[in-house]
């Protein structure tokens, strides 16, 4: 097989693959311990954290990102939220023709695509939306030679990754002593979600987040300091002009104790007043008020929006629709990024090691189903078929939501119709059929009758299967029908309707003065 090469052409060595490059070891710089970065934090000391990570050094940035994670009940809610809307979506691979060779190609991926660890793989790779990028090593076995396939995909933690100080993107491997290498070709899937324009390392949504979630960690410490102290009033101590140190320092201790114990003893020479708060539920309020604020910020830089995370009323059915509209576009996007990724790490390397390279490779497709009004469609369907447009079974089945039976599987069967006026055509070959003679002036017109249908309706119906053919989904096909309705004449076909109940008159009669 001919030499592999990446994007960069550089070749792929085989071997490489087999190794588990960006594994943890406790001597490395691969190492699992954390510092705790969020440790007594304070403005100055987050700024200087973005500022090191713009600068080449997230350690501490990312090591912050994942104790946010940790102990912000509310932001990885939302975070998790929004992983799952796409994890959770279903995903096709579409073969690149109905060639057996693309067949089989694409059978492979489905393979990987159809394990039961895949949900949990996503998840892993979708950790950039916090931190604008992730990274996972791809584990390969050959145990059978002929075929190369993927054992697992397995999340690297990104403080063991750098970036390329040139361009501030391409992701690098950091080795011991501080040097950055270069990632081994067909070997990892580097993810990238951007919340806003920029390098990755500044495009997560923990960049904003850190900020909102300072600031509540502040309102929260003095909120459980202020619930500790609920109902108490202030303590103030008062000493003499002479007092001395031993003097004060009992002092403290017993303006201390009033608040745990209650109980103290000072001398005479000492007084201690208790000054009490007007409005206690005020502070209440203002601590409250301070940490919704602040999740509601977070809710809109994760997920766009509140409605969906908050219990908040988003102006009626109209609003939380929208929200949740702005939701789902989130959504759309994450799942087209996140296709896109699949498809040129791992689609591509997966074909490239079995069959070689390609010039049109199977694709990987995650997005949500779309919203049809099945009565609507399936009435639409039924008027096309009726007026002999030929419809797939199978992407109506798709549409409507309705699997098609597999091969031996019992089926439904249609109610038989019931009895009715029968066509005129139809009626004149039964009754031709049935001896009438050839020369009876009724059943002549009659026939002529039916032979006139045919020029008008063909044309018609080669319009109805063109749009079909060219419609890519149903409101659109309900647009090109409403057209050919207005554009179709209906002069020549009033003409033959008035004529044929000319003729269905003359016949009643002629018939009903025969049975008398």
Known sequence: MATLLDQYGRPIQREALLQEQAAPRLTSVRNVQHQYSSAGLIPQQLASYMRQADEGDAQAYLELAEQIEEKDGHYVGVLGQRKRAVTGLAITVEAASEEERDQNIAQLVRDWVERDELRTDLFDIMDAVGKGFSVSEIIWNNSNPAVWTIDRIEWRDPRWFGFDRADGRTVMLKADGGQLMPLTPYKYIVHQVKAKSGIPIRGGVVRPCAWYWLYKNFSLRDWVIFAETYGQPLRIGKYGAGSTEEDRRVLLRAVANLGSDAGAIIPDSMMIEFVKDANPTGSVDLFERLSKYCDEQMSKAVLGQTTTADSLSGGGLAGNQSHNDVRGDIADDDAASLSATLNRQLVKPLVDINFGPQKKYPR??????????????????????????????????????????????????PQAPAAGPVMMSHQVKTTAAAGVPAGDAIYHLAGQMAEGWQEILTPLQQAVETAMKESSSFDELSDKLLAIASQAGSEELASLLAKAMFTARVAGNVGANLER
Request: hydrophobic fraction near 40%; aromatic fraction near 0%.
């Open 364 to 413: 990987i497709r995650i997005r949500r189903p779309e919203s049809v009004d099945a009565t609507a469609l399936g009435a639409s369907i039924t008027t096309i078929v009726n007026l002999g447009g030929k419809v797939s079974a199978k992407r109506a089945a798709d549409m409507l939501g309705v699997p098609l039976a597999e091969k031996d599987e019992e089926t439904l069967t």
